[in-house]
């Protein structure tokens, strides 16, 4: 078994970077969460709270590693919060892991989502030793399945009604996965 870091490992990626969150993002991360292509997605987004102490929030949650999850935001050269990727459900165990992702509209349609979810899907292998990744999203998120597809995720199916999104409803969502020994795709660097 291999023992996950503790303390956050930055990851460039192309002229973005994967980076631990800090409070000073506050900002940047509340007016993401307050996207609503982001907050339906995204039940760690909706809440009544103010947005600045939800960002507090999720900032807090997503910024110190632990045994069952690895986070970071995606900056932008100019050191602004364009999105986020998370390994969670890390089990040392049987070597499996979730990942999860978001962009924000500024970031989409330029490959930094693929990108960056394989960029993460590499640290859950090689530095992780994790054998599998699974990629679940809702159904009606077609952009999460390309994405997904692109980065050699590949469709096993179904799970019905198995997740409540940010918009309070149940919804059945894709299961995709990707297994170490799984070759790898080309995924183009982001613009």
Do not use: K
Not at 71 to 98: C, F, K, P, Q
Not at 106 to 113: H, T
Not at 143 to 160: K, M, N, P
Request: proline share 8%; net charge negative; hydrophobic share 40%.
């Amino acid at each position: 078994m291999v023992e996950p870091p503790v303390i956050p490992v930055v990851i460039p990626v192309g002229r973005w970077l994967l980076d631990a969150p800090v409070p000073s993002d506050a900002d940047d991360v509340g007016a993401a969460l307050d996207d609503p292509d982001i907050a339906v997605w995204n039940p760690s987004a909706s809440s009544s709270d103010p947005r600045h102490e939800r960002a507090l929030r999720w900032i807090a949650d997503r910024a110190g590693w632990a045994d069952d999850h690895a986070s970071w935001v995606v900056r932008s050269a100019e050191g602004r919060v364009v999105g986020a990727v998370s390994l969670h459900h890390l089990d040392h165990g049987m070597l499996t892991a979730e990942i999860g992702y978001w962009l924000t509209p500024e970031a989409r349609g330029l490959g930094v989502g693929s990108a960056t979810v394989d960029a993460a899907t590499r640290f859950a292998f090689g530095t992780l030793g994790m054998q599998r990744v699974e990629l679940f999203h809702a159904v009606e998120n077609r952009a999460s399945c390309r994405l997904a597809e692109r980065c050699g995720y590949l469709l096993e199916g179904t799970s019905r009604q198995s997740f409540v999104y940010g918009d309070g409803l149940r919804h059945d969502e894709h299961l995709h996965a990707r297994l170490a020994a799984d070759a790898w795709p080309p995924v183009p660097p982001p613009s």
